[in-house]
């Protein structure tokens, strides 16, 4: 395992982010070009375009995944019938692939025999819903595709640290006349830290990585609407034959999880370090 984890993963990378300084093309060329290439990415609308809907759909996707995945957790942990049967559905979009969750979220959304017409064959001549159809709103489209799919899964953790907290702590705030949601907010959350650090581990990765969905639903569009980081990196290393910029643009995503990553591990395992 130390021999992949330097030879595969380090090594990988330090040789990505060397060549992303080259002039590589379709073959990598030991070529040096400075920061030709980091400055060809920054000035291409493109990329621009593809790290502000990262933003976006990362935001949105971290917050409603959390809040939605506590929620459900919560009624779920309230020891209701068919519990077994609403995990078992709640759950069930996690074990699709990303292109079959895209394909069929591409075909919900299709105003011409998705949700849209559905609503206006009830009567609602005037509902218009075809987000992935308005460049406005494309996005949006892909993060509805994204939280269906990857709540289940939060929900799922958060669960399992609901029920791992000790019932007496709730036997006390009742006693005390604690209202639920105080109870939740001020007692229950900070207890539930590790868990929410692991979901925010799995979701950022999600966001990071995001390209299956984006290919099914849109292929990046409409025009470059919904482009994203991990697909303009595919698109110039294989479809574009330009190694050079595929490096930049993965050297660069590589860069925004470490300022996210590199802080994190160092307050979290540097004070249980000192502890």
Known sequence: MVLTALVVFLG????????????SRMLPRAEFVGLEQYDRLW?????????????????????????IGFVLAALLDQKIRYENAFRTILLYPFALSFIVTGLVWQWILDPE???????RGLGFENFTFDPLYNPDIAIF???IAGLWQGTGLIMIL?????????????????????????TYLFIIVPMMRPVFITALVLITSGIVKLYDLVVAQTGGGPGIATEVPAKYVYDY??????????FAASTM????????????????FGGKRRG
């Open 113 to 119: 025999f998705g949700l849209q017409s559905i609503i």
């Open 12 to 23: 990988g990378t330090v040789w990505t982010v060397v060549y992303s300084f080259t002039s």
């Open 141 to 143: 489209g892909i993060l």
């Open 237 to 246: 290393m294989f479809g574009g034959q330009n190694l050079g910029q595929g």
């Open 158 to 182: 958060m669960l399992a640290g609901l029920r791992g907290i000790d019932g007496e702590i709730w036997k006390a705030s009742r006693v005390d006349g604690i209202p639920a949601w105080k």
């Open 43 to 67: 000035s291409t609308r493109r990329w621009v375009i593809s790290i502000e809907n990262l933003a976006i759909y990362g935001l949105c996707s971290l917050v409603f995944s959390l809040v």
């Open 253 to 268: 995503m590589l860069l925004a999880v470490a300022i996210v990553v590199i802080p994190w591990a160092m307050l979290e």
